[in-house]
């Protein structure tokens, strides 16, 4: 069953947010080598950061992994690892691709997946004799193999003299256009030092409601769940302007959030968490945040980022979150009835990321909710274009 999050979403983080031109690649060379295993565990976390917090999050399953390391001791040609040189620090690198090869070279090495459990290999078809040995029980009964797997080469470029922290987002975004699309925030943990998106990830993955919400079981490993949380903290906070340009727009409030350190955002993920279990509860699951089709009287299976936005916010007002849950069929039947304007719906189907069409879905929604419930709400910092 495909999940919502690997079909096409307008209102999700893309190339159009990319803003470059000729001369912002002028500088760009690729030095291309082989680098053999022991010099990339000799790298990583001296040189290359795999960010923690986002090993947990790790893609492949543990028969991939294994099925890697055998590939390593087979001597089958590896895909080329894509290094960044870090221009705040030329001796450190952000990883482009190949992130979970690497992980899985330092889990294998260091003896335990990210989790904690210990990596033992498994599901091995040519290399059968490995199948249950961890990396120590390698070296002591197959020294041979064990030496061919650290010596294995695998080709590693580093692009250097990048100017822009865009340059780096849209070869990310081209690199994984051509399969399931990753998501940039993994990129933007490496751009964007700091505990703020830390501390996302980390509140995020015991927030089982918003997994619900989701129809995950476990925090999504391409980490749009985290995603979802900052734009909701953008839109809600006000700080930044949103002027069109998603990515800006996310990068500018990680960056600001940063700054404002710990005190300015521990105590504000509460809201998250109640205004997406108040719509839990006023749904009924697995209708929240899911477009309403009025001729079909049903809504669609898959989650709509843009419709979030506006119903989560609004639920952030006490009175409106306590009148709703007091009376569901209220909220839910004033939702139904935005869904009949052409204006509401055109605004989170195509083109969802304008400053126009950001604006029309807020303000019809919101003018609904003080038609409803005689509650004000205050719109999201907007850039305005009318001038």
Same mark, same amino acid.
């Given at each position: 069953?495909?999940?919502?999050?690997? &079909?096409?979403?307008?209102?999700?983080?893309?190339?159009?947010?990319?803003?470059?031109?000729?001369?912002?690649?002028?500088?760009?060379?690729?030095?291309?080598?082989?680098?053999?295993?022991?010099?990339? /565990?000799?790298?990583?976390?001296?040189?290359?950061? $795999?960010?923690?917090?986002?090993?947990?999050?790790?893609?492949?399953?543990?028969?991939?992994?294994?099925? *890697?390391?055998?590939?390593?001791?087979?001597?089958?040609?590896?895909?080329?690892? @894509?290094?960044?040189?870090?221009?705040?620090?030329?001796?450190?690198?952000?990883?482009?691709?190949? #992130?979970?090869?690497?992980?899985?070279?330092?889990?294998?090495?260091?003896?335990?997946?990210?989790?904690?459990?210990?990596?033992?290999?498994?599901? @091995?078809?040519?290399?059968?004799?490995?199948?249950?040995?961890?990396?120590?029980?390698?070296?002591?009964?197959?020294?041979?193999?064990?030496?061919?797997?650290?010596?294995?080469?695998?080709?590693?470029?580093?692009?250097?003299?990048?100017?822009?922290?865009?340059?780096?987002?849209?070869?990310?975004?081209?690199?994984?256009?051509?399969?399931?699309?990753?998501?940039?925030?993994?990129?933007?943990?490496?751009?964007?030092?700091?505990?703020? /998106?830390?501390?996302?990830?980390?509140?995020?993955?015991?927030?089982?409601?918003?997994?619900?919400?989701?129809? @995950?079981?476990?925090?999504?490993?391409?980490?749009?769940?985290?995603?979802?949380?900052?734009?909701?903290?953008?839109?809600?906070?006000?700080?930044?302007?949103?002027?069109?340009?998603?990515?800006?727009?996310?990068?500018?409030?990680?960056?600001?959030?940063? #700054?404002?350190?710990?005190?300015?955002?521990?105590?504000?993920?509460?809201?998250?968490?109640?205004?997406?279990?108040?719509?839990?509860?006023?749904?009924?699951?697995?209708?929240?945040?899911?477009?309403?089709?009025?001729? &079909?009287?049903?809504?669609?299976?898959? *989650?709509?980022?843009?419709?979030?936005?506006?119903?989560?916010?609004?639920?952030?007002?006490?009175?409106?979150?306590?009148?709703?849950?007091?009376?569901?069929?209220?909220?839910?039947?004033?939702?139904?009835?935005?869904?009949?304007?052409?204006?509401?719906?055109?605004?989170?189907?195509?083109?969802?990321?304008?400053?126009?069409?950001?604006? #029309?879905?807020?303000?019809?929604?919101?003018?609904?909710?003080? &038609?409803?419930?005689?509650?004000? $709400?205050?719109?999201?910092?907007?850039?305005?274009?009318?001038?």
């Amino acid at each position: 069953m495909i999940n919502e999050f690997t &079909e096409v979403d307008e209102s999700d983080e893309g190339g159009s947010d990319f803003s470059l031109s000729l001369e912002d690649f002028a500088d760009l060379y690729v030095i291309p080598g082989d680098w053999s295993v022991l010099t990339l /565990i000799d790298s990583i976390d001296r040189m290359i950061n $795999l960010d923690p917090e986002f090993q947990r999050r790790s893609v492949w399953s543990k028969t991939a992994k294994s099925k *890697f390391i055998e590939s390593l001791a087979l001597g089958v040609p590896i895909p080329q690892i @894509l290094l960044a040189e870090d221009s705040s620090n030329p001796r450190q690198y952000i990883v482009l691709d190949g #992130k979970q090869r690497l992980l899985t070279i330092k889990e294998f090495i260091y003896g335990a997946y990210s989790e904690g459990e210990p990596f033992k290999l498994s599901g @091995l078809t040519h290399l059968g004799q490995l199948n249950g040995l961890s990396w120590e029980e390698v070296q002591l009964r197959h020294p041979d193999i064990a030496r061919q797997i650290q010596q294995s080469f695998i080709r590693t470029a580093v692009i250097r003299g990048w100017r822009r922290e865009d340059v780096l987002y849209e070869i990310f975004h081209r690199l994984n256009s051509g399969s399931v699309r990753l998501s940039p925030m993994e990129l933007r943990m490496s751009l964007i030092r700091g505990g703020y /998106i830390k501390y996302v990830i980390a509140k995020t993955s015991q927030l089982q409601e918003l997994q619900q919400l989701l129809g @995950l079981k476990y925090p999504d490993k391409r980490m749009k769940d985290v995603e979802i949380a900052i734009r909701f903290f953008a839109f809600h906070n006000r700080r930044i302007e949103y002027a069109g340009n998603l990515k800006t727009f996310l990068d500018d409030h990680c960056n600001l959030m940063n #700054k404002i350190g710990p005190d300015g955002y521990k105590d504000s993920f509460f809201v998250f968490e109640e205004s997406i279990r108040a719509g839990l509860s006023i749904f009924d699951g697995k209708k929240f945040a899911r477009k309403y089709l009025p001729k &079909e009287n049903q809504f669609e299976s898959r *989650f709509n980022r843009a419709i979030f936005d506006v119903l989560a916010e609004s639920l952030t007002s006490e009175e409106v979150r306590e009148a709703s849950l007091a009376k569901p069929e209220r909220f839910i039947a004033s939702y139904k009835k935005v869904c009949e304007n052409t204006e509401f719906i055109r605004s989170v189907e195509t083109t969802t990321k304008t400053t126009d069409a950001t604006r #029309k879905r807020f303000q019809i929604w919101f003018d609904h909710i003080q &038609e409803e419930f005689g509650v004000p $709400l205050k719109m999201p910092n907007l850039k305005d274009d009318s001038n």
